[in-house]
């Protein structure tokens, strides 16, 4: 099934912070976050493996709690470059197959 | 360092006409490669994965298919388009702990 994301959309000043949630109805081995700009593919972000590691972007940060099957990724001082549309993709197993979530809109406005 | 093309970039076809799309992969051997395709304003479906040569596995019943004829060739195909095959098609692979995606053909049945 695929993940929920929340909220659909969010729009912010530069310099605001931001936090985007990714809840999965089913346990959870990892957890990659995706920025996508218009038109564009997608880009990794980071990602988060069950026991803690995480490996991906210096600027971002983001949790996985394995138990409530979240994760929420942490923007913050939002920059212009950061709008685009934010995917959560997570998978089951130690495998590279993910199913991707709502997806977030994000708009950094001066 | 590895890339990924896909050709074509746009196309624009009728309905019930046949679709070809392909992708390669360059600088790493024997890769997991993906197919999605994302409607537009929304989220990513996997379509298919291959994890080595003439192994396919679909995950959504539909009129396209695959095939995987060489090592870094990943292809997508219809017999007969329908309207709701309209979107952006993207082909990914993966990395150690990421997927990488091409710049995607954007199909517009008419």
């Known amino acids: 099934q695929q993940p929920v994301q929340s909220p659909q959309a969010v729009i912010l000043r530069e310099g605001e912070d931001a936090v985007i949630n990714c809840s999965s109805s089913?346990?959870?081995?990892?957890v990659h976050w995706y920025r996508q700009k218009h038109g564009e593919a997608p880009v990794f972000l980071m990602i988060?493996?069950?026991?803690?590691e995480q490996k991906g972007h210096d600027k971002i940060s983001a949790s996985f709690n394995e138990k409530k099957q979240q994760s929420s990724l942490y923007l913050t001082a939002s920059q212009l470059s950061y709008s685009g549309t934010y995917f959560c993709?997570?998978?089951?197993?130690?495998?590279?197959?993910?199913?991707f979530g709502t997806g977030t809109r994000l708009q950094v406005f001066p | 360092s590895q890339t990924i093309h896909q050709w074509p970039a746009t196309l624009v076809q009728p309905v019930g006409s046949p679709l070809s799309l392909e992708c390669t992969v360059e600088g790493t051997s024997n890769p997991n490669l993906y197919w999605y395709r994302q409607a537009a304003g929304r989220g990513l479906q996997l379509l298919f994965y291959?994890?080595?040569?003439?192994?396919i596995s679909s995950e959504v019943p539909q009129n396209l298919s695959a095939s995987r004829p060489q090592d870094r060739q990943f292809i997508l195909s219809s017999k007969k388009l329908l309207l709701s095959d309209s979107g952006f098609y993207l082909c990914?692979?993966?990395?150690?702990?990421?997927?990488?995606f091409g710049p995607g053909t954007r199909l517009t049945v008419t």
């Open positions: 089913k346990a959870l081995y990892s």
């Open positions: 990914a692979w993966s990395g150690p702990y990421e997927q990488y």
């Open positions: 988060l493996l069950k026991g803690g």
């Open positions: 993709g997570t998978a089951k197993y130690n495998t590279d197959k993910l199913i």
């Open positions: 291959s994890v080595g040569i003439g192994q």
